[in-house]
């Protein structure tokens, strides 16, 4: 593999640090900058004010471990053979941290889960001490160790750090709320929010009222635990921007949640844009990027190029990447330089998923800025005009449009291409995660 020092290029950027935040489970549009109408995430949406936030970002899976695969390797799903929670990422597919470690980057990884250390290949650390907090580690005590370890750090070499925050996918438990009073204007706003949503959500999925009242609490639940990652995050990013450091934040999910649409509160078992569209904010505390919005659609397999670019390492010459770098989007955010096509799969179901009455076979999906083709092997196929019909109600499947089998044909050839040459023959779920995947619901 050859690798390159470029120095202090034309794109380059000279951070001390390059921040990589993945929160889980959070869906793009509950954050007040994606236009949230709840006050939920005011630091998160300070720094999209300041950094450059993508308004349409497409994650390669709806499940935790193949998506932040795919986010460290620009690969999809069918390539890196990362298919479900707890697979190893296989030893020779180059990463972000282990690109960034060959170019003297310290690397360094703080999880809330344990099993995601199955995709932590190239870091020097990897702290994921969820012992004694049932299941998972709160934002608190990952911040925490990224804190410390940020403090204890001697040499001024320029690090790579990825934080992983678990709290927003926790919905069934109640954890702490930082913000005083938010509680009491959520409950407020859910009754709102319940006169307006139900008869919708009555009407197209059926919901009983009962139903439609447990889901709505999910949703306080959900945005409750969002608010206190925000809080986290605050006291992350203010106390290692402190004393001038140059830091870059990349802040994102893994993908997102259902919360009622299409009848599904979870992820992993659609590939709707619920489930797949997930934020992605860029900020400098140096002033760049400057603030500004794309609106050009781009993907999670983008971010490892970009990454590189900024840090003027040379990706491998056999990366065979599937993402392009977004440094052009960055430096001039109308430049109407985004992707055309982006692919994404889903998890294969096992037996208890299946029983509980998951599509089996194989589930992929394309999408292009205005439209978007689901491919299901057990169930009828659905394509959707994402503009008139953002939340994908009206499956036109069987209408005559050119897009449709373009797509299709773009869709096919992705996934088969991908399918008959990964890069890794794929391994079963490492036993030592097995525990706490049962713990948290996944097995
Ligand atoms: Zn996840």
């Not at 995050?233 to 004393?243: K, N, P, Q, S, Y």
């Not at 096509?341 to 179901?349: E, I, N, T, V």
Request: proline share 6%; glycine share 8%; charged share 25%.
């Amino acid at each position: 593999m050859l690798l390159t020092i470029l120095g202090c290029g034309a794109s380059s950027r000279p951070f001390d640090t390059i921040f990589v935040v993945t929160i889980d489970t959070l869906r793009a549009d509950h954050l007040g900058c994606y236009g949230y109408p709840r006050p939920v995430s005011p630091f998160i949406d300070s720094m999209a004010a300041r950094g450059v936030r993508f308004e349409r970002v497409v994650s390669s899976s709806s499940h935790t471990g193949p998506a932040h695969a795919s986010l460290f390797t620009s690969h999809h799903p069918a390539s890196h053979r990362v298919l479900v929670n707890g697979v190893d990422l296989q030893d020779g597919i180059p990463t972000m941290a282990g690109l960034l470690a060959a170019a003297d980057f310290e690397t360094a990884a703080f999880l809330s889960v344990d099993f995601l250390r199955s995709v932590t290949h190239g870091f020097d650390v990897v702290d994921a001490d969820t012992r004694g907090e049932r299941g998972h580690r709160r934002a608190e005590s990952t911040v925490d160790a990224a804190l410390e370890w940020l403090a204890g750090r001697e040499i001024p070499r320029r690090a790579f750090v990825w934080v992983h925050l678990f709290d927003v996918h926790q919905t069934q438990r109640r954890h702490r709320v930082a913000r005083p009073g938010l509680e009491a204007r959520m409950e407020e706003d859910a009754k709102e929010r319940a006169a307006i949503l139900q008869p919708h959500w009555t009407q197209q999925h059926g919901l009983t009222a009962a139903r439609l009242r447990r889901l709505l609490a999910r949703i306080n639940r959900y945005d409750a635990q969002l608010s206190y990652v925000d809080a986290e995050l605050r006291r992350l990013v203010e106390t290692a921007d402190a004393g001038g450091r140059r830091n870059l934040w990349i802040v994102t999910s893994d993908h997102g949640e259902g919360l009622g649409d299409h009848g599904y509160p979870g992820h992993g078992k659609y590939l709707y844009q619920a489930q797949l569209e997930v934020p992605l904010i860029f900020y400098g505390g140096d002033g760049w990027p400057p603030g500004a919005a794309v609106d050009d659609m781009v993907r999670h397999v983008d971010v490892l190029p970009t990454v590189l670019e900024l840090a003027g390492v040379a990706p491998p010459s056999d990366a065979g990447f599937e993402g392009r770098s977004l440094v052009r989007l960055l430096e001039s955010p109308s430049a109407a330089a985004g992707v055309r096509y982006a692919f994404s799969q889903r998890r294969p179901p096992n037996r208890p998923r299946l029983d509980a009455g998951w599509p089996p076979g194989l589930v992929i999906a394309a999408q292009s800025e205005r439209y978007k083709y689901i491919l299901s092997t057990d169930r009828e196929d659905e394509f959707y005009d994402l503009e008139a019909d953002p939340r994908e109600l009206n499956n036109l499947i069987g209408e005559e449009i050119a897009a449709k089998d373009e797509l299709l044909r773009w869709m096919l050839r992705k996934y088969e291409a991908m399918a008959a040459n990964p890069l890794a023959p794929g391994g079963e779920i490492e036993e030592e995660y097995l525990e706490e995947l049962k713990a948290l619901g996944y097995l």
